[in-house]
């Protein structure tokens, strides 16, 4: 019985499976002849489906922002022009398409490098620009011609335009197509989706700090598209916002002269505004032609940039470091006056040197016997050397270091730009970390003239100046002064940032200023470059030793090659009594401050202060009173 | 140097005791499509985490078959009660993610207890089929049918579909298999010819009734219910005999398949291999639930038997609909392709199964009753 019901259940059992069975494969039958149906039987059409008819999702790229100076004049625009474009994947052979699309237009090699990088880095329904700026006859012979070559088009793009060129090179730095770099920290920032149909991206400079503000957002339209890629008709469409646009501090026209000041030197100057902390004028000599980077630059371009002496790439206002030289003194005259080191009238008899006690050694004052006797009003406008090394010996590196801090030195100014440098102001524990070795006596000696270890970039040193012209204020360096919201149509003003107060006396702060006053005096160090000047001016000339020289040995700069001349340095504000304008000249390999540097702020300051070019006679043809 | 060797020739032989090689050999060539076809859909992504997933789903098969159908059976009660009382509490206290509730929270890990029953309750019912072969009457059959609708009714509330549907097959065909008369089964297909209208208008969501007509009319809605049905038919006709090649496909590459990795994974392997590859993969198919059904047919007791049919039946199911789907012959229910869609779950669900057939089928001990 038992048995009899296994085995019945097994038959059961075996009867259903084949039942099972026989269902499953007919189900699998069905489904082989539904897809027999589609893809023999309905191949063409589906695959005409799949090739045409597709529905994209066309990026709409937003205008980008123009950039503008004070005055509104346009810096940075954008120009509209033709560039050929190719989708890969809707090409049959691309080699072939590309020699017979250069009968029609000229695709020359480096074009070729261009088109065949950016097709390895876009998928192949992706365009990938062939030609950019094409001609008007060359536009007329690709349409005459489109029929030949379906995948590929005409797009109108607009392109970047830097019309003063050169000059505003290191203040708006530049675009430049968007790369893998740009791609993966768009991707991380979770901003990639508006840059789909964007090329370009801020790389440096302004361009590059207010990326997020020029760009704009955007759009995007679902097209309808044929098998060639060609938009059929528009289903939806989300418009894109454009970039704002942006009115700078910046004075193109003082810009302009101030760079022509320069000649063939190289150096940087930075004018400030000493109300708001604006930057009037910011030039890095020599700079480059941002228009060459906006779509790739070749090579040969690249690597003369990149090689040259000169080195035109640094923005040496934010970038170049340099010791201050001797206009650091204003500023460890407010240290002496503030700590209480110095009374004004306190005198010392100046021999041309100082020695420490208890060593020979003799710091030299540039002037060979010395100044007399020297008060602080007459150390700052003979810039006398033996005062402070002095001063710099009593006072010592830390309190130096502290005091000196609170104007600036060895920290960012936080301009409104990428890649400041922050100098270095030295002090015990930085040289037991770098050097492990402990302070001497004689590095504070050289401090106090701003020599040894002392470095300061021009954009610190016109902040320090900043400093002295706003009694105390110092404001956040900042390029932009204004923004136009396309989508409000209103205008919004930047409001100045102060980074800190130093708290100054004003009876101190008199006395340096008429210390600095008296540079531009007869007996200064600066007369000859202000003589005349119908506007009173506080400054302070330096210079800054590039190579070291010996003990009983003097300096002789024509014996030194063109890149070993000491570097000319000249800090100023002006008017005196009620500043307008801040800067700080730095001229490479110049020599004098007095005779270099300080010729081409007067051309700055005439400019801001009287309206108009200055008349002052070259640089070459001025002779200090004294050599700094 | 010859004694490692020969320790490791016996306990790979331990490992591997009860493992039927035809079945791995096809199951494993099924899931290595899997994995190629996965990797294109994603353009190359999800590589490494498909793999893992796939070792520890064999991983996890293996040791499936270390348990002997005797043990088997003794679970089948405690997975069931416990199945069931997750799938209240889902009811009760449920996560809900996409507008559906599946999933449990313990504190510890999130749980989708309906996967459980995916072979808990083909479990439950084998074993009370099993328990009562001596007289197998109607009124067993109706405390089967009663252990099989309880769940699938808490499984289809949440609402999924898909998986309702994989339980419900799966216990129809141990009822099925176990011989159940064929008059109630004309009886329940005319029953539920009769309430279809009554399911459509209060049964169906919203969204599955669109699912529906979709199905009827793909060009109604383009780009909303229809979008998926007519670029997956797309993609599979544009396949054409041949294909288009291994990461060659348009419609995947241009992401027009959305779930190309997971659910419509089929449109894209059709759409690289075309016909033959289709032929392949149906053969790859047919010839599993083949060996499965042998392996069923082998199984020395009721309960070896009804639980290897069943599990096998439910592969083929599963295969069909999702196919089904993609090819635009069933409405869209959210099924993966079993063994080369993306998801570990699934891949874990399937092996585990595949685990319990050879379990019970390589070994000739009656399970004593």
């Not at chain 1, 708290?503 to 160090?525: I, K, S, Y």
């Not at chain 2, 790979?12 to 079945?23: E, G, K, M």
């Not at chain 2, 199945?83 to 313990?106: C, F, I, K, P, T």
Request: proline share 5%.
């Amino acid at each position: 019985m038992k048995d009899f019901r296994v085995a019945a259940l097994r038959a059961e059992f075996q009867q259903r499976m084949w039942v099972a069975a026989g269902v499953g494969a007919f189900l699998l039958l069905v489904l082989l002849g539904r897809l027999f149906w589609l893809q023999v039987w309905q191949h063409d059409h589906f695959l005409a489906l799949a090739e045409s008819n597709r529905i994209s999702l066309i990026p709409g790229v937003p205008r980008r922002g123009g950039i503008f100076d004070r005055h509104g004049a346009m810096l940075a625009g954008n120009v509209w022009n033709y560039a050929l474009e190719m989708v890969p994947a809707r090409v049959a052979d691309v080699d072939a398409t590309l020699k017979s699309l250069g009968e029609v237009v000229a695709i020359d090699p480096r074009d070729l490098r261009r088109f065949q990088q950016l097709r390895q880095e876009n998928r192949d329904f992706e365009p990938a620009t062939i030609r950019l700026d094409l001609s008007e006859a060359e536009v007329a012979r690709f349409v005459v011609n489109r029929y030949r070559f379906p995948g590929v088009e005409l797009r109108a793009a607009a392109a970047r335009s830097y019309s003063y060129g050169e000059t505003f090179a290191h203040v708006l730095g530049y675009i430049g197509r968007i790369n893998r770099n740009d791609k993966a920290r768009l991707e991380a920032d979770g901003r990639w989706n508006n840059y789909r149909g964007s090329l370009y991206i801020g790389k440096m400079g302004v361009e590059k700090h207010y990326e997020r503000w020029l760009h704009g957002l955007s759009g995007f339209d679902y097209v309808e598209v044929d098998s060639g890629g060609r938009a059929m008709r528009t289903l939806a469409h989300v418009p894109s916002r454009a970039g704002h646009n942006l009115y700078l501090h910046l004075d193109a026209q003082m810009q302009q002269i101030a760079e022509a000041a320069f000649g063939d030197y190289r150096g940087a100057l930075v004018a400030l505004d000493p109300a708001t902390g604006g930057v009037l004028a910011l030039v890095s000599k020599p700079g480059f032609d941002p228009n060459l980077f906006v779509d790739g630059i070749d090579q040969d371009t690249w690597r003369e940039l990149n090689e040259s002496m000169d080195r035109p790439m640094v923005n040496r206002a934010l970038r170049g470091v340099y010791p201050p030289g001797s206009t650091l003194k204003p500023f460890m005259a407010m240290a002496a006056l503030e700590l209480n080191y110095r009374k004004p009238d306190d005198a010392i008899s100046d021999p041309g040197y100082f020695s420490l006690p208890g060593s020979s050694h003799r710091y030299r004052d540039w002037l060979q016997g010395g100044h007399g006797s020297v008060d602080m009003r007459k150390s700052i406008a003979q810039s006398c050397d033996t005062y402070y090394y002095r001063l710099a010996n009593d006072m010592g590196i830390e309190t130096m270091h502290d005091y000196l801090q609170r104007f600036g030195f060895g920290q960012r100014s936080e301009v409104d730009m990428d890649g400041e440098l922050e100098g270095l102001l030295p002090n015990q524990a930085w040289k037991q970390k770098r050097f492990k070795q402990p302070w001497w006596p004689g590095e504070t000696v050289i401090a106090g003239i701003g020599q040894g270890y002392v470095l300061a970039t021009p954009m610190q040193l016109a902040v320090a100046a900043q400093a002295l012209a706003s009694g105390g204020r110092i404001y956040k360096p900042r390029l932009l002064r204004a923004w136009h919201d396309p989508e409000d149509g209103r205008m919004h003003y930047a409001a100045a940032e102060v980074a800190r107060e130093v708290a100054l006396r004003p009876e101190n702060l008199a006395v340096v200023r008429e210390g600095m006053m008296a540079v531009t005096q007869p007996g200064g160090t600066a007369v000859m470059a202000m003589a005349g000047a119908p506007y009173s001016v506080a400054s302070k000339t330096g210079t800054a030793q590039v190579v070291g020289v010996a003990q009983g040995a003097r300096y002789d700069a024509g014996r030194l090659s063109k890149y070993q001349r000491d570097h000319a340095l000249y800090i100023a504000f002006a008017p005196a009594d009620k500043p307008r304008i801040a800067l700080a000249v730095m001229v490479e390999n110049g020599g004098h401050g007095g005779s270099t540097a300080a010729p081409i702020a007067r051309k700055v300051l005439d400019y801001w202060l009287l309206g108009k070019r200055s008349a002052a006679a070259p640089a070459e043809v001025l002779n200090t009173g004294g050599a700094d | 140097m010859l004694q490692w060797g020969l320790m490791i020739k016996h306990s790979l032989r331990r490992v591997f005791a009860y493992v039927d090689l035809p079945l791995l050999f096809l199951l494993l060539t099924l899931a290595g499509i899997g994995q190629l076809t996965v990797m294109s859909a994603t353009g190359g992504g999800r590589v490494e985490s498909n793999l893992i997933n796939l070792c520890v789903a064999l991983i996890a098969m293996l040791v499936m078959t270390h348990i002997p159908p005797q043990r088997l059976i003794q679970f089948s009660v405690p997975v069931y009660v416990l199945g069931l009382l997750l799938l209240v509490g889902v009811a009760l206290a449920g996560d809900v993610v996409n507008g559906s509730r599946r999933w449990l929270n313990l504190g510890v890990a999130r749980i989708q207890p309906s996967e459980l029953m995916r072979l808990g309750v083909p479990l439950m019912l084998a074993a009370y089929l099993h328990y009562r072969q001596e007289a197998l009457d109607g009124r067993v059959f109706f405390v089967a049918a009663l252990l099989l609708l309880l769940p699938v009714g808490l499984v289809l509330r949440q609402p999924d579909l898909g998986t309702a549907l994989l339980i419900a097959s799966a216990g129809f065909f141990v009822l099925f298999l176990g011989g159940l008369s064929w008059r109630l089964i004309g009886g329940m297909g005319v029953a539920l010819a009769a309430a279809l209208p009554l399911i459509w208008h209060f049964g169906l969501h919203d969204y599955q009734r669109r699912r529906v007509l979709t199905l009827i009319d793909p060009g109604s809605e383009p780009l909303g219910a229809g979008y998926h049905i007519i670029q997956s038919t797309i993609a599979i006709g544009s396949g054409g005999f041949f294909g288009k090649g291994w990461m060659h496909g348009s419609q995947a590459r241009l992401d027009f398949l959305p779930e190309g990795h997971t659910d419509f994974i089929f449109a894209v392997w059709s759409e690289e291999f075309g016909m033959l590859g289709n032929l392949l993969l149906m053969t790859l198919y047919a010839a599993i639930v083949v060996r499965g059904l042998q392996l069923a047919n082998q199984a020395p007791s009721l309960f070896g038997r009804l639980m290897c049919g069943a599990i096998t039946l439910t592969f083929l199911v599963y295969a069909f609909v999702n196919m089904g789907m993609v090819s635009g012959i069933l409405p869209v229910v959210g099924v993966p392709l079993p063994l080369v869609s993306y998801g570990g779950t699934s891949m874990m669900t399937v092996l585990l199964g595949f685990g319990i057939v050879m379990a019970i089928s390589s070994r000739k001990t009656l399970v004593k009753s």
